[in-house]
């Protein structure tokens, strides 16, 4: 009797670390190619063509503030971020422009939706702007 009690604790500590970790997202591994990219628009100029790509293509999800709270938050799976704290700040140009550009799971690649390169990196600039003070 206490065999079975201790093989149905077991199984049931198994499943809810099994659950547990199937809701934990994996780390966001960049390449490193892209990690020491070197960022070739001046984060002072087209600001407002930053944010008004930001606001075209990651409002929705993302938040006027970047806080992950867009309008379509609910309907996306995994961790949307926050970019207004220090840790997704602490990234660097070329891992935002990395997970702008190519997405993964529910985040989108914007390879073909924005072709052209600067695009992106303006809309990297703009996220910069978002620093919660």
């Given at each position: 009797?206490?065999?079975l009690k201790f093989l149905t604790i077991i199984t049931v500590?198994?499943?809810?670390?099994?659950?547990?970790?199937?809701?934990i997202q994996e780390e966001w591994v960049v390449?490193?190619?892209?990690?020491?990219?070197?960022?070739p628009t001046d984060p002072e100029v087209d600001k407002s063509i930053g944010k008004s790509l930001y606001?075209?293509?990651?409002?929705?999800?993302?938040?006027?503030?970047?806080?992950?709270d867009g309008n379509k938050a609910d309907e996306v799976e995994g961790d949307l971020g926050d970019f207004?704290?220090?840790?997704?700040?602490?990234?660097?140009?070329?891992?935002?422009?990395y997970k702008t550009s190519f997405g993964r799971?529910?985040?989108?690649?914007?390879t073909k939706k924005m072709p052209d390169d600067e695009d992106r990196w303006l809309i990297v600039?703009?996220?910069?702007?978002?620093?919660e003070e």
């Open positions: 009797m206490k065999a500590l198994t499943f809810v670390l099994f659950s547990f970790t199937s809701f390449p490193e190619k892209y990690v020491n990219m070197t960022n606001n075209k293509h990651c409002k929705s999800c993302h938040g006027k503030e970047g806080y992950g207004s704290t220090e840790e997704y700040q602490a990234q660097t140009d070329g891992e935002l422009f799971d529910d985040m989108p690649e914007y600039n703009y996220m910069r702007t978002l620093l």
